[in-house]
């Protein structure tokens, strides 16, 4: 069974803000606003501890050492390698394991919406949380396609305003809806 057929959109009109699940639930959609408020309130979280880790060893790697063999450069290098790897582990933390548990992240919980298992209607689990986050933000991740990652990210991103639930590539990938609460 598709996504197509789990999904019903309320009435017969074209993005009517609700959806008919399988489960016969009917539930609210969030609109695109409230999707990229949460998103927006993530990225700040998200970014921040890095963006401290990568301005105090850049910091310290302009103060040149006489007793270290790493160029100046090199220690920026490292800096801002280190801030790369530092955003991917908190990201993957901070956004998979509560949307699998809980179904929010804290932008979304400020905002007061959630993903959802288009299936069941529930909390959409490890798997499809993963699968969500891969989607989306994996591409922004491959060394030397950061340009065309960017693109694809916005492409998910703007898609969700051209689908009748409200869903970007990364939601239907994983086969999940974000509602309000």
């Known amino acids: ?39 927006t309130l ?11 880790w990568a301005f105090i060893r850049g910091r310290d790697a302009l103060v040149v050492d006489e007793g270290t063999n790493i160029t100046t450069l090199g220690a920026l290098v490292l800096a801002a390698f280190g801030a790369f790897l530092l955003t991917a582990l908190v990201d993957v933390v901070y956004e998979v394991v509560p949307t699998a548990v809980w179904g929010q992240t804290l932008g979304k919980r400020i905002l007061r919406i959630r993903v959802v298992d288009v299936a069941s209607g529930g909390v959409p689990g490890w798997r499809k949380s993963l699968g969500r986050w891969a989607v989306l933000i994996l591409p922004l991740a491959v060394p030397y396609v950061q340009i065309p990652g960017a693109l694809f990210f916005l492409l998910c991103v703007l898609t969700i305003g051209h689908e009748p639930f409200y869903r970007g590539w990364h939601d239907k990938a994983a086969g999940t809806l974000v509602i309000k609460t």
Do not use: F, K, N, Y
């Not at 959109?9 to 639930?25: F, I, K, P, T």
């Not at 990225?43 to 890095?50: G, L």
């Open 42 to 52: 993530d990225a700040v979280i998200v970014t921040a501890p890095a963006g401290i």
């Open 1 to 39: 069974m598709t996504d197509s057929d789990r999904l019903r959109v309320s009435g017969d009109e074209w993005q009517s803000g609700w959806a008919r699940l399988a489960s016969g639930q009917t539930v609210q959609l969030a609109r695109p606003v409230e999707r990229l408020g949460a998103r």
